[in-house]
Structures are given as structure tokens and as C-alpha cells.
């Protein structure tokens, strides 16, 4: 291989242009001045001075050659198992190595960007990073701005890194397989670190002995410092990891089926919660180790885990609590039968009475799934939260036992909210309820005693911030209940609302009391922030916006009909009419009409969708009434009726379903004479709502 200082010694041919018309230049020049006088001497001593300078000036624009790029040995190898486009510069900006990405990102230059912001800021960041800093500087690629990582490898030589758009990267398991493919090879074991480890954002240390957690630490860099508040010269390198961890990895290490270049997970001793992957690679008697700090990762894991988790739960309650409604609606109508065979004083009345309340009770289980996967039906109304506590005292104390005292606290200048009245009674009896078991499990039984407040206020958006709410937009109404009890751990305050988490003992709570608050408040537009300190009790603060009067007919016009005012139910329930009944579940669907049939009503039945279409096709215009469900197999309600309304005319429509009404209210814009009645129902109350829609389209 020629020498490459050889090269350098070539003649450039624009040189020797230059000094073959300088001789012809004196040539031309001399001649005539040989037989001249001393005028004309002058005059050839002038174009001979023009003519050198001439010449000096092309050697000087010519400049001196650059020195040829010597590659870094590894720099290719460690740069192609980059992910992000990365390069080796020289402090004059010259490239001496990158991978394909940054070839691709910024093109087959040899050099780094002369003009223009981006070259005052990459030469801004070597200037940085030859301080020992590290620097960074903004750089366009594609249009897009993103940040160059200059980084000082050795006396003349930068590690340049462009960083996406979510910050600084890591390194990947790519580059680490390279690094330890190199690291294993058969070479003398290494004394030091290379440049590369040494300037790298991740912490790298050189390890002498035969089992890497036992052997000490010869040399690491200043980010194992930074990462694991450690890594001095002859420190155990096992000593940065945390027990348990450490003899995890241990045994994972000693695995014969265990792939060379897969990280393993170790939490640092210094901050268990701090998670991290270790990368080791042996050469001789001596290791090298990477430690590459995934916290955030995890965390963002962790969290990404626990929504879906939440979401699908959420979809699993809601699917079986409208299971669940259709066949508690056949349960109520075939109890409505019986109980018309069996009047009062008859021997089965008392268990079919049974029978009803054991129903009525699964029906509010329903409608705690319902609320927590925020698809329970809402009947909003203007509340006085003052009396509505009030009024709900009387209910409460006697959900206490004797010993547990209840303090309520009434506020000035109440304000009124917007709500379920219902359902914000069930939010505040199941904190008052939670509240109770926490003082009684903290007081060991019967003998001990404890006070529970209920306080009621009107909070401005600063105030609100300040106890919690920290969206606060305007004033709130807050109801605030708190204990004396034993508090809660930290450990446990973060999953306090997740569904069928319980701290009670098997077989005295569901788990499903905090989380049924938390969807009731999420579904009345508030917010619940919970404040806790362990041995000082604890503090549920509900916040719900402040309804203004001035707004009252904006929002009495986007609540559909079960937010109007409930009409007087009527006393006979007889009548008569054609009606279009669509259920997809035949106990529910044969029931109800068989009823309705009874009170003189002319009932067609249809199992589904595409069956209703096809009916109310064939009694076009002598429909008076549908009545349909929302969710069935193939066509839902909602298609139905935008299909089927060319055949009905002006025919009312009635939907009833598990679900929340807001779920598919979208779905029926623009439609008119249509009404929403929840299940579970009953029959007395199924007849009055079909009497009063016949009445209204009368």
C-alpha cells in the first residue's frame, strides 16, 4: 500500500501551469530588454513583478492541499450499528467516518455544512465539546429541525449525533452487538476504555476479574457516575446494583441458553426505582459493561399498560352490564306476570317479592359498572349541593356505626351544579362508606371511634387549583369528605380508583366503590383529587362546575328527553296502535310484547335489524310506534332508523338499551320523535312511556 504522505508530494497541475507562463512571461520579457535602455528596463521589470504576483496570488487562492481523511479503526463498524445518522469529525469540520443514515440524512459530503445557520451551530458545538462539554446545535434535515449531539472523542476527533424530535437517543442494542462482537473477539484484553466508550452518553466501565460482579471497576466514565452515583477506580462493580437484581442477572448470566448480546434489566442500588440494561462483553480476564438508564422508558410502559388495561376493562363492564340489563328486563316483566297470578295474601307473593328486591339489587351492581365504565345513562337536573347533603344526612348516619361521628360543614353562597341527583348521592355514600372502613380497620374493631366530615363550598379557580383541581377554569362546587382514619400509603394512593383493587379483606369490599365515584365524577364534567398524609387521614374532594342560569336554555336543548322533566305516569295503561318491536333477545322481545299485546296494543315483533326494515317496508305508513334496541347483531338501532324512516313517516321511535344514551346520541342528529328509555324497566313503566309517545303524536 502506497505511502500516503506520497500523495501529498504529487505536483498539482494548476501549479505547474503557473510556473510554465511565468518562464515564457520573463522570456518575452527579457529579450527586448537585453539591447533597451534604462526606460525601457524599467517598464520589463514592472510586467515581471505583475507576472510573480500574478502568480502568488493562484498559489495562495489555490491554497495548500488538505490532508487525506484517515478512518478511526472500528469508527464504520460503530457508526453502521447506529440507528441515528452519526459521524467522526475533525475540529476543521472534515468527515472522517459516518453511517448510511447520515449519509442518507445529510448526502455523500466530505465535509460538515460550510454556510448558513447550521454551520455557525455544528462549528458553535465543536467548539463546546473541545471545551469537554457537550454540544449541541440545531440542524434541518428534510424539513425538519433536529438536534446535532457533538460529543469529544479524543484530542482531534467529534462524535456528531442527530437526535429525533424526542431528544437525546440511546444507545441501541445494534451498536452495543458490534461493540461487544469487538470486545470479544480474540485480542489482548483492553488497559483502558476506547474513545468511544469514554464519551458515550451511557455509563461504560472496564472491569477486572473473572465474574463481572464481583470484580472492580479499573476505569469508567463520567456517566456511570452520573447514572449509578458511583464508578471510582477499584470500587466492586456489583456494588452499583441492587442485591436481588444483581443475583438475578447473575444467574441469567450463567445461563448456557442465554443470547450473548441481549441486555439484562438490573435496578441500581442507589435508587431501586431507577431500572437499567447491562450490557457485558469479556475479553481475557477483564470485562466491559454498559449500563443504559430505561426508567422513563418503563415508566412510559407502565403507563401505556395501565390504560389499556383500564380501557378494557372498561369495554368488558360495559358489555356485561348490557348483557346483563336484557336479562334482568325479562327477569322484572316475567316477575310483573307472576305477580298479577299472585296478588297479595297469596303464599307465593312474599318470594316473588323476594325475587324482585334480590333483582333491584343487581340492577344497582349494573349500575355501578355502568357508571365506572362512564356509560351509565344520565338525568341531569339543578342541584343545590347544600340540600342535597341535607337531605341525604338522615340515609348517611345510618350507614355509621355508633361510635363513628358525622360532622357536616354547610358553606355560604352555595352555588347550584348540573347533575345526576342519584348519582352524586351514590358518589358521596360510597366515600362516606370508605371512609367508615378505613377508621374502623385503623381503630381495630368495635372499640374504636372516629369522625367523618361532609363539607360543602363554593371555590373560586384559585382556590380550586390549590386544593387539587389543578385544571380549575371559573368557580366550582366542592363536597368534600374526609376521615380521621389511618390514611393512605403512598404505594397504594396512585390505584386507589382502579375497578376491583381493594386493600379490605376477601369477601368485605368489590373494589369497585372508588372507582364508581371516579366515573360518576368524570361524567358530570368534574374532577376528584384525593389528599393524604399516612397516620392524618385522608380528604376526597369532588369539584363540579358552577351552573349559571344565563346558560340554563343552551344546555336544557342539548340534553335529549331523559333530561327533561319526567311527565305525570299514566293511570290507565291500556291503548291502542301498532307497534314495532326490534329485540335481539327473545326473553326480553317475547315478553314485553305478550304484555303490551295485553294492555290492547297490536305488537309486531322483529329478532333484528334487517327483519324490522323488511317489515316496516311491507306496513309502510301503518306504524305508529317503534320500539327499538340500540346494539344488536348486524344492524343497530340507530342505521335502522335513518333506513327505515322513509317507511314510518312521522311515527315516533323509542330506543332502550344498557347503554349510556350519550354512546349514540351522534348517531341521531337531525333525527326528531325520538325518545331513550334505559333498562332494566318494567312493564308498568315500558306501557307508560309507550301511552305517552302514542299521546304526543296524536
Known amino acids: 500500500m502506497a505511502d500516503p504522505s506520497a500523495r501529498t508530494r504529487k505536483s498539482d497541475p494548476l501549479i505547474a501551469l503557473a510556473v510554465v507562463f511565468f518562464l515564457v512571461a520573463v522570456a518575452l520579457a527579457l529579450a527586448p530588454a537585453l539591447g533597451a535602455g534604462a526606460e525601457r528596463l524599467a517598464g520589463v521589470l514592472l510586467l515581471v513583478g505583475l507576472a510573480g504576483v500574478c502568480c502568488i496570488g493562484l498559489l495562495v487562492l489555490r491554497g495548500a492541499p488538505e490532508e487525506p481523511v484517515e478512518e478511526e479503526a472500528g469508527a464504520e463498524a460503530f457508526l453502521s450499528a447506529l440507528d441515528e445518522p452519526s459521524a467522526v469529525a475533525a475540529?476543521?469540520?472534515?468527515?472522517?467516518?459516518?453511517?448510511?443514515?447520515?449519509?442518507?440524512?445529510?448526502?455523500?459530503?466530505?465535509?460538515?455544512?460550510?454556510?448558513?445557520?447550521?454551520?455557525?451551530?455544528?462549528?458553535?458545538?465543536?467548539?463546546?465539546?473541545?471545551?469537554?462539554?457537550?454540544?449541541?446545535?440545531?440542524?434541518?434535515?428534510?424539513?425538519?429541525?433536529?438536534?446535532?449531539?457533538?460529543?469529544?472523542?479524543?484530542?482531534?476527533?467529534?462524535?456528531?449525533?442527530?437526535?429525533?424530535?424526542?431528544?437525546?437517543?440511546?444507545?441501541?442494542?445494534?451498536?452495543?452487538?458490534?461493540?461487544?462482537?469487538?470486545?470479544?473477539?480474540?485480542?489482548?484484553?483492553?488497559?483502558?476504555?476506547?474513545?468511544?466508550?469514554?464519551?458515550?452518553?451511557?455509563?461504560?466501565?472496564?472491569?477486572?476479574?473473572?465474574?463481572?460482579?464481583?470484580?472492580?471497576?479499573?476505569?469508567?466514565?463520567?456517566?456511570?457516575?452520573?447514572?449509578?452515583?458511583?464508578?471510582?477506580?477499584?470500587?466492586?462493580?456489583?456494588?452499583?446494583?441492587?442485591?436481588?437484581?444483581?443475583?438475578?442477572?447473575?444467574?441469567?448470566?450463567?445461563?448456557?441458553?442465554?443470547?450473548?448480546?441481549?441486555?439484562?434489566?438490573?435496578?441500581?442500588?442507589?435508587?431501586?426505582?431507577?431500572?437499567?440494561?447491562?450490557?457485558?462483553?469479556?475479553?481475557?480476564?477483564?470485562?466491559?459493561?454498559?449500563?443504559?438508564?430505561?426508567?422513563?422508558?418503563?415508566?412510559?410502559?407502565?403507563?401505556?399498560?395501565?390504560?389499556?388495561?383500564?380501557?378494557?376493562?372498561?369495554?368488558?363492564?360495559?358489555?356485561?352490564?348490557?348483557?346483563?340489563?336484557?336479562?334482568?328486563?325479562?327477569?322484572?316483566?316475567?316477575?310483573?306476570?307472576?305477580?298479577?297470578?299472585?296478588?297479595?295474601?297469596?303464599?307465593?307473593?312474599?318470594?316473588?317479592?323476594?325475587?324482585?328486591?334480590?333483582?333491584?339489587?343487581?340492577?344497582d351492581l349494573v349500575r355501578k359498572l355502568l357508571a365506572f365504565s362512564r356509560k351509565q345513562t344520565v338525568q341531569r337536573e339543578i342541584l343545590d349541593v347544600g340540600e342535597m347533603i341535607s337531605e341525604s344526612e338522615v340515609l348517611l348516619r345510618r350507614l355509621l356505626h355508633e361510635d363513628i361521628r358525622l360532622v357536616t360543614d354547610y358553606g355560604r353562597n352555595l352555588p347550584h351544579v348540573r347533575a345526576d341527583r342519584s348519582q352524586l348521592d351514590t358518589a358521596v355514600m360510597n366515600l362516606v362508606v370508605n371512609a367508615r372502613d378505613a377508621i374502623r380497620s385503623h381503630a381495630g374493631g368495635a372499640n374504636g371511634g372516629g369522625v367523618i366530615s361532609i363539607r360543602t363550598a363554593r371555590v373560586s379557580q384559585d382556590e380550586a387549583r390549590g386544593l387539587g383541581y389543578p385544571g380549575a377554569v371559573g368557580d366550582h362546587a366542592m363536597i368534600e369528605v374526609s376521615d380521621d382514619g389511618p390514611g393512605i400509603p403512598a404505594e397504594v394512593k396512585e390505584k386507589i380508583f382502579e375497578p376491583f383493587f381493594t386493600t379490605k379483606a376477601v369477601g368485605e369490599g368489590t373494589g369497585l366503590g372508588l372507582a364508581t365515584v371516579y366515573g360518576i365524577v368524570k361524567q358530570s364534567d368534574g374532577w376528584i383529587a384525593v389528599t393524604s398524609q399516612p397516620g392524618e387521614g385522608a380528604a376526597f374532594r369532588i369539584f363540579l362546575p358552577v351552573h349559571v342560569a344565563a346558560e340554563a336554555p343552551a344546555l336544557e336543548a342539548s340534553v335529549a328527553a331523559p333530561a327533561a322533566p319526567k311527565r305525570p305516569a299514566a293511570r290507565d295503561l291500556s291503548g291502542a296502535g301498532r307497534i314495532l318491536f326490534v329485540e335481539d333477545e327473545d326473553a326480553v322481545r317475547g315478553v314485553a310484547a305478550k304484555l303490551l299485546r295485553a294492555r290492547g296494543y297490536e305488537v309486531i315483533?322483529?329478532?333484528?335489524?334487517?327483519?324490522?326494515?323488511?317489515?316496516?317496508?311491507?306496513?309502510?305508513?301503518?306504524?305508529?310506534?317503534?320500539?327499538?334496541?340500540?346494539?344488536?347483531?348486524?344492524?343497530?338501532?340507530?342505521?335502522?332508523?335513518?333506513?327505515?324512516?322513509?317507511?314510518?313517516?312521522?311515527?315516533?321511535?323509542?330506543?332502550?338499551?344498557?347503554?349510556?344514551?350519550?354512546?349514540?346520541?351522534?348517531?341521531l342528529e337531525g333525527e326528531r320523535n325520538v325518545s331513550f328509555l334505559p333498562k332494566p324497566i318494567d312493564i308498568k313503566t315500558l306501557a307508560e312511556r309507550v301511552k305517552q309517545e302514542l299521546q304526543k303524536a296524536a
Do not use: C
Open 91 to 363: 475540529p476543521d469540520g472534515r468527515v472522517v467516518a459516518s453511517n448510511p443514515a447520515w449519509r442518507e440524512a445529510m448526502g455523500p459530503h466530505p465535509r460538515l455544512p460550510k454556510s448558513g445557520a447550521a454551520a455557525s451551530g455544528l462549528f458553535g458545538a465543536l467548539a463546546a465539546a473541545r471545551r469537554g462539554d457537550l454540544g449541541r446545535a440545531p440542524v434541518k434535515v428534510g424539513g425538519v429541525e433536529r438536534e446535532a449531539l457533538v460529543s469529544r472523542l479524543g484530542p482531534r476527533r467529534f462524535l456528531i449525533r442527530l437526535a429525533g424530535r424526542s431528544g437525546p437517543l440511546a444507545l441501541p442494542s445494534s451498536a452495543m452487538e458490534v461493540l461487544n462482537a469487538v470486545a470479544s473477539a480474540k485480542a489482548p484484553p483492553p488497559k483502558v476504555l476506547d474513545a468511544f466508550a469514554a464519551a458515550s452518553p451511557f455509563g461504560a466501565a472496564l472491569l477486572e476479574g473473572e465474574d463481572p460482579f464481583a470484580a472492580r471497576i479499573i476505569e469508567a466514565n463520567p456517566a456511570l457516575g452520573a447514572l449509578a452515583t458511583g464508578g471510582e477506580a477499584g470500587q466492586v462493580f456489583g456494588a452499583l446494583i441492587e442485591p436481588a437484581s444483581r443475583v438475578d442477572a447473575a444467574m441469567r448470566l450463567s445461563s448456557a441458553d442465554r443470547d450473548s448480546h441481549a441486555p439484562m434489566e438490573v435496578r441500581l442500588a442507589h435508587d431501586p426505582a431507577r431500572i437499567a440494561h447491562l450490557y457485558l462483553s469479556q475479553s481475557g480476564g477483564r470485562w466491559v459493561a454498559y449500563l443504559v438508564d430505561v426508567s422513563e422508558q418503563k415508566q412510559v410502559e407502565l403507563q401505556l399498560s395501565q390504560s389499556q388495561k383500564m380501557q378494557a376493562i372498561g369495554q368488558l363492564a360495559g358489555g356485561v352490564a348490557h348483557d346483563f340489563n336484557n336479562l334482568l328486563t325479562a327477569i322484572l316483566m316475567q316477575l310483573d306476570v307472576l305477580s298479577t297470578r299472585h296478588p297479595v295474601g297469596d303464599p307465593s307473593y312474599e318470594g316473588l317479592n323476594e325475587i324482585k328486591q334480590t333483582s333491584m339489587r343487581a340492577a
Open 605 to 667: 315483533e322483529a329478532a333484528s335489524g334487517e327483519e324490522a326494515l323488511e317489515i316496516a317496508e311491507a306496513h309502510a305508513g301503518e306504524i305508529d310506534l317503534m320500539i327499538s334496541d340500540v346494539v344488536m347483531p348486524g344492524m343497530q338501532g340507530p342505521e335502522l332508523l335513518k333506513q327505515a324512516r322513509g317507511y314510518l313517516g312521522s311515527a315516533p321511535v323509542m330506543f332502550i338499551s344498557g347503554y349510556a344514551e350519550s354512546e349514540f346520541s351522534d348517531l
